[in-house]
């Protein structure tokens, strides 16, 4: 079981590589339309999809709700899409959303400003200053997502294991480069250990859901570590009851008997309200 993750820039032929690459690895693509699918699945609205798709949310749509229901649907596609393995992530923050997960290997691709312009002009039938403009608008919605989304630089390279210029680089080079890299990268011991934390992931988001979602208890910025030997909540609220009812929806989450410890580190500000 392992996953790629590709981050690429407008013009990059970040979808051309992905699609050579799952053919050289035999591993499923996991796109734009596959998340859609899935998170569509959980009922939320395709409307919805398309004011947070790679682009920094307006100012309206940052005071939304609906801004926290994507962010965590769409860790919850991109989980069930892991847990099922072997498969090539493109855009959409997952090399972020995988980043301190072992055995992801997250690849960046990008090309010199020229050839973009000149493939922008060709893809969109425009002219130049309105591909400079595509290309633009482009990069800084994908640079907005990545750091409201997910606080991270989209295009540091300490965020990534390869970076590849595709300026004059086939996809189907890159493909083999990347496949010869897994190879050496994705271990048996390293997927054993992608496996375990995949899980932890999965236990994590699940406890998430069960809190905030079916028994709404209103935990502002709620989030959930689990690891082998606890659960460990974050968050704000404003009352000691609302925390000691999180504790009581993970421990029914589980069961009614946990084995793990169950440790709450949400702060209680008393002052502060929560707005849905």
Not at 31 to 54: H, P
Not at 81 to 92: Q, S
């Amino acid at each position: 079981m392992a996953i790629i993750t590709i981050s690429r820039e407008l013009a990059a032929l970040g979808d051309e590589t992905a699609s050579e690459l799952t053919k050289k690895l035999n591993y499923r693509l996991v796109d734009k339309n596959t998340l859609e699918r899935k998170i569509k699945s959980y009922g939320i609205d395709s409307g919805k999809l398309e004011k947070y798709d790679e682009r920094k949310p307006s100012l309206w749509a940052s005071l939304s709700q609906d801004k926290d229901n994507y962010l965590h649907f769409l860790k919850t596609a991109m989980l069930a899409e892991a847990k099922v393995g072997n498969a090539v992530f493109i855009g959409r923050g997952a090399g972020a959303m995988f980043k301190h997960i072992p055995g992801v290997l997250s690849v960046f691709l990008v090309a010199p400003l020229e050839i973009r312009v000149e493939r922008v002009k060709s893809y969109f039938h425009c002219d130049e200053k309105k591909a400079k403009q595509i290309i633009e608008k482009s990069d800084n919605d994908r640079i907005g997502f990545h750091h409201y989304f997910f606080d991270i630089e989209w295009k540091a390279p300490e965020n990534y294991f390869l970076i590849m210029n595709m300026g004059y680089t086939h996809p189907s080079v890159c493909a083999e480069m990347i496949k010869r890299l897994a190879d050496y990268y994705i271990t048996e011991e390293m997927q054993s250990l992608h496996e375990a934390r995949i899980k932890e992931a999965i236990l994590a988001q699940e406890i998430k859901h069960f809190v905030l979602y079916e028994k709404g208890v209103p935990i502002h910025f709620l989030e959930v570590i689990a690891s082998s030997d606890k659960i460990v909540l974050y968050g704000v609220t404003n009352s000691q009851a609302l925390i000691d009812a999180a504790i009581s929806a993970v421990i029914e989450k589980m069961g009614g008997t946990v084995s793990l410890t169950v440790v709450s580190e949400i702060q209680v500000v008393q002052e502060y309200s929560i707005v849905l």
